[in-house]
């Protein structure tokens, strides 16, 4: 283990970047002094982790999944949903009469390549009426056996889509896809008659639910392509009759128009039923225990980081007049090779892995003591989590820590952010408002933990009398 000594503070500033990176632990200090202030850069420590199943997650998402692929070094991957709807508050009905009502579609919107596979493959799918209330919570491996009437299809026979432009009317000129489903004019029907008779029916979505529970959609034909759906509607198609004056003559009009009436949102529940095999490559690294983090609903990382080795360092080597500075940890990521450009998931979660179940349920954002986010670095190939600090401050007060103190585990999340205000002088700042089970479509990576980089950063001061 070598040290390095450092003469003085400006030395230090001008000559950090030649410090060798192989070193375990260095020691930059001013020595021209009487006392000797000194700053330690140990990153002599080392973590272990496993995979662990994640078969059964929350979704927290109004993201939606539907298809179904299959690739040699990933697996196979399907997905069907089951969902609530909110319903729109007040409908217009002026000029409006049940003889009126033309069509209802479902309408299910993604983004321009937001799906995993091929674009053109022809796919099925068939629509459900649920004949009951989901149950809540709900998770990933739900049945939808005994929710549904596999007698009642609304779609009557297979719905052909893809996620190509082509295919959708006028598309091209938009900035999204659309999967358009016609569902049953008796539904249009009844849905219209339904806020004629009780408008505090549409109050709530509660209320709605007890009416018109939602729906399973189902990918029934064809593999290939598993499409995330951001926005999911259903629309009703009508006539309204009206009065226009032109010259102070009136004159009797129709308009044919179009209302989006149920929509799928946070306030409602929705969910993804994913069913997913490993690869003979992928099932062969587990057993072996290989750090691998296969997504969505099945493996993550439970790593054990070594907060003992690092409280028992300090204590023997900082001294009395120590401060610790920082704790980061950056952790390599090998990509799996594969044909459909599966990539390493976007975000990961370090958590406790005794508060994971919590963390989503109660849905939190990281703080920094016992979560922490970091997202993939494509240039360094790596996952950095550059604040840990305080984490290691809370053990530190601790007589005794045990092993749920510092097991924890990888996931990858999904995360939403907004953007606050700027000014003229300052630019905004993203901030994290969500972070939820990743559910963005099929993912996999390997973790290098042998090369992950523990930096611990503290300062001493040793006086000379």
Same mark, same amino acid.
């Given at each position: 283990m070598k040290l390095k000594y450092i003469l003085s503070a400006a030395v230090i500033a001008l000559t950090a970047g030649l410090i060798s990176c192989d070193d375990e632990v260095t020691t930059l200090g001013n020595s021209l002094v009487e006392d000797n202030t000194e700053v330690v850069i140990d990153s002599s420590f080392t973590i272990t982790g496993r995979p662990v199943k994640n078969d059964d997650i929350q979704s927290r998402s109004i993201t939606q999944i539907l298809g179904s692929i299959t690739a040699k070094e990933y697996g196979h991957f399907s997905s069907d949903f089951v969902t609530q709807f909110m319903p729109a508050m007040k409908l217009n009905t002026d000029g409006v009469g049940i003889n009126d009502i033309d069509s209802i579609k479902l309408l299910m919107f993604f983004y321009p390549g937001d799906f995993t596979g091929d674009s053109i493959?022809?796919?099925? $799918?068939?629509? +459900?009426?649920?004949?009951?209330? $989901?149950?809540? #919570?709900?998770?990933? @491996?739900? @049945? #939808?056996?005994? +929710?549904? !009437?596999?007698? %009642?299809?609304?779609?009557?026979?297979?719905?052909?889509?893809?996620?190509?432009? /082509?295919? %959708? @009317?006028?598309? %091209?000129? $938009?900035?999204?896809?659309?999967?358009?489903?016609? /569902? #049953? !004019?008796?539904?249009?029907?009844?849905?219209?008659?339904? +806020? /004629?008779?009780?408008?505090?029916?549409?109050a709530t979505p509660q209320a709605f639910a007890q009416f018109f529970p939602g729906l399973y959609v189902k990918n029934t034909f064809g593999s290939g392509r598993v499409i995330n759906f951001s926005e999911t509607r259903i629309n009703l198609y009508y006539k309204r009759h009206t009065t226009i004056t032109t010259d102070g003559v009136e004159r009797d009009t129709v308009f044919n128009t179009s209302s989006t009436y149920m929509a799928v949102t946070p306030e409602v529940i929705t969910n993804n039923i994913i069913n997913m095999s490993l690869s003979p490559n992928l099932l062969s690294q587990v057993e072996n225990n290989e750090p691998i983090i296969v997504a969505p609903a099945s493996y993550d990382v439970e790593v054990t980081f070594p907060a003992q080795d690092i409280i028992n360092k300090y204590r023997q080597n900082g001294g009395d007049m120590s401060v610790i500075n920082t704790l980061t940890m950056s952790i390599p990521v090998e990509t799996i090779e594969n044909t459909y450009n599966i990539n390493p998931p976007q975000y990961v979660l370090l958590v406790l892995s005794k508060d994971k179940k919590e963390f989503f349920a109660d849905n939190k954002i990281t703080d920094e003591q016992t979560s922490f986010l970091a997202s993939y670095n494509e240039t360094t190939k790596s996952y950095d989590f550059t604040s840990m600090r305080q984490y290691i401050l809370d053990m530190m007060a601790k007589d005794q820590i045990s092993a749920a103190d510092y097991t924890f585990t990888l996931t990858p999340v999904n995360v939403v952010t907004e953007e606050s205000s700027s000014s003229y002088y300052y630019s905004g700042q993203t901030y994290v408002q969500a972070i939820t089970p990743y559910i963005a479509g099929p993912a996999m990576c390997k973790l290098n933990l042998e090369k992950t980089k523990i930096t611990f950063t503290y300062s001493k001061q040793i006086i000379k009398n």
């Open positions: 493959v022809p796919m099925g $799918l068939k629509v +459900y009426p649920l004949t009951k209330q $989901l149950p809540s #919570p709900i998770y990933s @491996d739900f @049945d #939808p056996t005994g +929710y549904y !009437d596999e007698n %009642n299809c609304w779609t009557n026979r297979t719905q052909i889509y893809t996620g190509n432009a /082509l295919y %959708n @009317d006028s598309i %091209n000129a $938009l900035s999204y896809r659309t999967v358009s489903v016609k /569902l #049953p !004019d008796s539904f249009a029907k009844s849905f219209f008659n339904k +806020y /004629l008779e009780s408008p505090q029916t549409f």
